[in-house]
């Protein structure tokens, strides 16, 4: 792409580092020892041209931003249909780890609140793939478990376009307190919703939250989801249109959990944010949008990558509700 992009992004990001308000994520070692100082931002277009600014080679993990790749290739694996008995398609209006689930039904509201991520994760067919040997023995990364890891990971790097790794001590860190998450999978389990035992869903979960990507790595997901599944790199199908579509109307009324309505009215780009300091942002048939800044708000997104995201939608229009139609590519190259 033209240089004069990777200035304007390097401005949008010299803009939001004036704000440095937000705290690390306290309660995972590896994410309150991050540095603060980091930012990085990245464009993929749906014609497979990139660009990025920042500290755009560091390697942070995943986290919450898996949620919409694994929902959609469980979409794929199993169908709409299925998926729907157990896991549902509501905004929530609560915290992200909050232990509740949708009345009548037992069921979490969304596949993007841990309930519903924790629901999902299992749904992911595991049954042609065989055991990733990563990871520390344990009893409760089961076979069943480490087959269904290879293939998320096979999916996820499908996704980016390139083989992805898991960093497996920041799992292990993540898991011995993942108190909170445990008794959400044994909320499911009590409640039909779960069909693995609690803990084996937990552990498989954080393994697919501890995937190691760059501030490109998911820009370039997010810009497979915009092409209605299709990597633009390499042409590769990942998902099907139809999974592509239902993922991000999901990301656009329930992304990013209780600020999800806030974020749609004044930014209008489908999203997910993780508590690693990412968000990707889709405009679909366009463009992939990804930040990342680890100082966090209180809904648990980041503060810095809210501020880019709202600058670029200002600027270059891209609210989902605006009348203008402008091609992102050809505007900030004109810009330049």
């Not at 990804?290 to 670029?312: C, D, K, T």
Request: net charge negative; aromatic share 4%.
């Amino acid at each position: 792409m033209h240089e004069s992009i990777n200035t304007y992004l390097r401005e949008v990001l010299k803009e939001s580092s004036a704000d440095v308000s937000g705290k690390l994520a306290a309660y995972i070692p590896r994410l309150r020892d991050a540095d603060e100082h980091l930012q990085a931002l990245a464009l993929a277009t749906a014609d497979g041209q990139e660009c990025s600014a920042g500290d755009d080679e560091h390697l942070f993990t995943i986290q919450s931003i898996s949620k919409p790749f694994v929902y959609a290739l469980a979409l794929d694996d199993i169908g709409l249909d299925r998926v729907r008995e157990l896991v549902g398609m509501e905004p929530s209006g609560e915290a992200f780890n909050e232990l509740s689930l949708e009345g009548g039904t037992g069921r979490p509201l969304n596949p993007m609140i841990n309930a519903g991520a924790i629901a999902t994760h299992h749904l992911v067919d595991h049954t042609s793939h065989e055991e990733h040997p990563g990871g520390r023995q344990s009893d409760s990364r089961t076979s069943e478990v480490r087959s269904r890891t290879t293939r998320i990971l096979d999916g996820m790097s499908a996704f980016a376009g390139r083989p992805l790794e898991i960093d497996w001590d920041a799992a292990e860190e993540e898991y011995s307190t993942a108190y909170r998450n445990m008794a959400i999978a044994h909320m499911l389990k009590s409640h039909g919703s779960l069909e693995t035992e609690p803990d084996e869903a937990v552990r498989g979960y954080i393994d697919q939250c501890s995937i190691l990507v760059t501030v490109k790595d998911i820009a370039r997901m997010a810009a497979t989801l915009a092409n209605n599944g299709i990597n633009p790199e390499n042409g590769q199908r990942v998902v099907s249109a139809e999974s592509a579509r239902t993922t991000l109307g999901i990301m656009a009324t329930c992304g990013m959990y209780d600020a999800s309505g806030r974020w749609l009215t004044q930014i209008g780009i489908p999203a997910k944010s993780g508590i690693s300091g990412g968000i990707i942002g889709v405009l679909p048939g366009q463009v992939g949008i990804a930040s990342f800044a680890p100082r966090l708000n209180e809904e648990g997104s980041s503060v810095q990558g809210v501020a880019m995201f709202q600058h670029l939608s200002n600027e270059l229009s891209l609210h989902l509700m605006s009348n203008e139609r402008i091609n992102v590519i050809e505007e900030l190259e004109r810009r330049g």
